[in-house]
């Protein structure tokens, strides 16, 4: 069983800056992937970025390209989500997310673990 609790969201203005935490306790490996999704308010959860436990290869959304970057700390077993120059259509519940294996996993269905979320608003 894994548990993730994700912390840093906050009310923020457009331009700034914020960084998600997601803490992963529980069994876990090296072949772990974790995953940032959000969930906007009427939408269905979408992906955000994840990146691979054993060599840290990441992906992202298109439309958060060279404004979030996903990393990791597995000494202190964290995932962070750096987001910078933060947009109103950013505004979102944010989850972290974590499944075993080291595929390209970017779909809600491909993982089994869940935060609860944590709150980004972004206003204008």
């Known amino acids: 069983q894994v548990q993730l609790v994700e912390s840093g969201g906050g009310l923020v203005q457009a331009g700034g800056s914020l960084r998600l935490s997601c803490a992963v306790s529980?069994?876990?490996?090296?072949?772990?992937?974790m995953g940032w999704f959000r969930q906007a308010p009427g939408k269905e959860r979408a992906f955000v970025a994840r990146?691979?436990?054993?060599?840290?290869?990441?992906s992202y959304v298109d439309s958060v390209k060279g404004r979030f970057t996903i990393s990791r700390d597995n000494a202190k077993n964290t995932v962070y989500l750096q987001m910078n120059s933060l947009k109103p259509e950013d505004t979102a519940v944010y989850y972290c997310?974590?499944?075993?294996?080291?595929?390209?996993?970017?779909?809600?269905?491909?993982?089994?673990?869940w935060g609860q979320g944590t709150q980004v608003t972004v206003s204008s």
């Open positions: 997310a974590a499944r075993q294996g080291s595929g390209n996993y970017i779909r809600t269905s491909e993982y089994n673990y």
């Open positions: 529980g069994r876990t490996s090296t072949s772990y992937t």
């Open positions: 990146i691979r436990r054993s060599d840290s290869i990441t």
